[in-house]
């Protein structure tokens, strides 16, 4: 039995060391994926182009235009005329947060009576014109506050706000976890179906099926190493998160790596699934590609929250496996949180292991009807 | 009586929906027999030997098995019976000694034991100098060969080979079929489908098929004589045309 076992394994990795393909999507795909994800996906900006329609030209407009370039954040590219001027900077995309800072602007200001700043952001794209718009109005707020400093305004709502878990923002922080899920799920549900479909293609199912092998052995042998890479896969990406991008682990590592293989059991058990029922490689490269890849990046929470989806859309996110890992993820890394903070969703994960286990036991058919 | 034959077959039919694949067939192979199971592509061959082996379940009949049932004993059959598919399932990414120790290990041969059949198996076959190479490396001809050494690598009673020689010349399948008489010598029973009529005369029985049913079982000479034809060839022809 044992000795079936090793020989299943020693010949399976003989398989992947010897496919280069295979390799590259093992070791340089997650690379590639952090690599991607942390220097693309990410709400931080820098030197944002701001064109200025400066109608005041007095010490006061000088001083805060000097206050909002000198953040680093924004760069004055532009300084039209009139509001037309700056339009046509828009069209051209060479502004995409303008500002326009009114005549009289320090009278009114100093005099007590208030004065009127214009944002204008080009909100082609929603999200960046967003983050330009509240960044650029919480820096004019500290201004007008560093202006008066004792003068409170009698009727103003001091609003304090605290980033918990992230107090900087940092995308990695979110990205991380999500990668990690996106991994696991696409190396281990995709390759072990992968490498099934490719014995059903190949002949060489027929002849393991005719020997007096269990069924269950076959699929173990045939998983495993993939188990053991994606295992590796995972911990190269918290190290790469931990390295490059500064993500914690301030929870309990074990715990993490524990609920890293239960997820890792649940990609294992949908890949089988899959492999079930796919003759081909290529049918089974498909399928993953629609059941696993796109609901695991779009329906997860991993780049789009949840909560803004639509109903529907919400209730189906409650089946995508990567949804429950992220929440793991996040809990015990971010939050340092304990096992009790996670016994839900890892519960939930523990569910459809077995609930899938099952289907793929079923479905895996030893004689053809 | 139940362990007399090798194979045996009763009524032995298959069907997918309407079509009836393999019709009601009836035979029986004795121990250390070369039985050839002749027809034109699509006659059935090859669902009828997944019925034999245990790949697929028959819809009615009966057949046993080195005295095993095919309904009820698939585990034991397993153990007795080595297979050879027509995609000569090798792993052509691995080398020839990989492919010959991960199926040794399959059927759970020790370390000791996979090392001689290894050495036999090389030997036997003058591969020596390509031990080492893939198997996608090596010429057809030769992939054949080796795909029956590890289908027999276990020593099984009965090996059954599904279109064993597609696509080589004769010549490669005259060596082929030398190993065959030589396995069928030390007393394994050899059950074989083929469409090249020059194969029949090399088997000591056969039967043909034609539209999933058996129209003709005998010895080839036998055969040629019902037919009053002086090769396979021309029975097999005018058992198509009815």
Not at chain 1, 257 to 267: D, G, I, Q, S
Not at chain 2, 51 to 59: A, E, F, V, Y
Request: with cysteine.
């Amino acid at each position: 039995m044992l000795k079936t076992f090793i020989a299943f394994v020693k010949k399976e990795m003989y398989h992947i060391l010897r496919d280069v393909r295979t390799l590259l999507i093992l070791f340089g795909m997650p690379i590639a994926l952090v690599l991607i994800f942390g220097y693309t996906v990410t709400n931080e900006f820098k030197g944002a182009s701001v064109g200025i329609v400066d109608q005041a030209q007095d010490d006061l407009s000088r001083q805060l235009i000097t206050k909002l370039t000198a953040s680093g954040h924004f760069e004055l590219v532009r300084k039209p005329h009139n509001i037309e001027a700056l339009e046509a900077d828009f069209r051209a995309g060479d502004v995409k947060l303008g500002i326009i800072i009114p005549p009289d602007f320090e009278k009114y200001f100093l005099g007590g009576e208030g004065s009127t700043i214009q944002l204008i952001s080009d909100a082609t794209e929603p999200n960046y014109a967003v983050t330009l718009t509240n960044y650029a109005s919480q820096m004019i707020r500290d201004f007008q506050q560093e202006q008066f400093p004792t003068e409170q305004m009698p009727y103003a709502v001091a609003i304090e706000n605290r980033m918990f878990y992230n107090p900087e923002l940092v995308g990695a922080y979110n990205f991380i976890p999500g990668v990690v899920a996106l991994i696991l799920m696409l190396i281990s549900a995709m390759m072990t179906s992968l490498t099934i479909a490719r014995e059903k293609e190949s002949g060489t199912m027929d002849l393991l099926l005719v020997s007096p092998l269990n069924p269950v052995l076959i699929i173990l042998g045939k998983v495993t190493p993939y188990v053991v890479l994606s295992f590796i896969n995972a911990l190269v990406v918290f190290a790469m998160g931990w390295l490059i991008f500064d993500v914690p682990v301030r929870g309990s590592l074990a715990l993490l790596l524990a609920l890293c293989l239960l997820y890792l059991m649940v990609a294992l058990a949908l890949g089988i699934l899959i492999s079930t029922r796919s003759d081909s490689q290529q049918t089974a490269m498909m399928m993953s590609m629609f059941v696993l890849l796109m609901p695991t990046m779009l329906l997860s929470g991993f780049i789009f929250p949840i909560a803004s989806m639509p109903a529907i859309l919400q209730f189906i996110s409650k089946i995508i496996p990567a949804k429950y890992f992220i929440l793991i993820e996040k809990a015990i890394m971010l939050k340092g949180a304990g096992w009790e903070a996670i016994a839900i969703p890892a519960g939930v994960l523990l569910l459809m292991m077995f609930v899938l286990l099952a289907a793929a036991r079923k479905n895996f058919k030893v004689v053809y009807d | 009586m139940k362990n007399e034959y090798a194979i045996q077959a009763i009524d032995l039919t298959k069907k997918f929906g309407d079509f009836t694949a393999v019709d009601a067939i009836s035979f029986d192979v004795e121990k250390g027999e070369i039985f050839g199971f002749l027809g034109a592509n699509g006659a059935g061959k090859t669902t009828a030997i997944k019925m034999l082996i245990g790949l697929s379940k028959p819809s009615s009949g009966q057949a046993t098995i080195a005295g095993y049932d095919v309904y009820s004993q698939t585990e034991l059959i397993k153990e007795h019976i080595g297979y050879m598919s027509q995609k000569f399932s090798l792993y052509e990414d691995l080398t020839v000694l990989q492919n010959i120790r991960f199926y040794g290990g399959v059927y759970g041969l020790s370390r000791k034991r996979i090392k001689e059949k290894s050495a036999e198996i090389i030997e036997r076959l003058n591969l020596e100098a390509n031990a080492r190479k893939v198997v996608a490396d090596l010429p057809l001809g030769w992939k054949q060969r080796l795909a029956f050494a590890v289908a027999s690598v276990h020593d099984p009673a009965i090996i059954f080979l599904d279109e064993p020689t597609g696509g080589v010349d004769p010549a490669t399948r005259r060596q082929f079929w030398e190993m065959i008489y030589e396995t069928a010598s030390r007393g394994v029973t050899i059950f074989v489908t083929t469409h090249y009529m020059d194969e029949a005369e090399y088997c000591d029985r056969i039967s043909i098929m034609v539209d999933g049913k058996i129209e003709a079982l005998g010895k080839p000479g036998a055969l040629k004589s019902q037919f009053e034809a002086s090769h396979m060839e021309e029975v097999f022809l005018k058992l198509a045309r009815g």
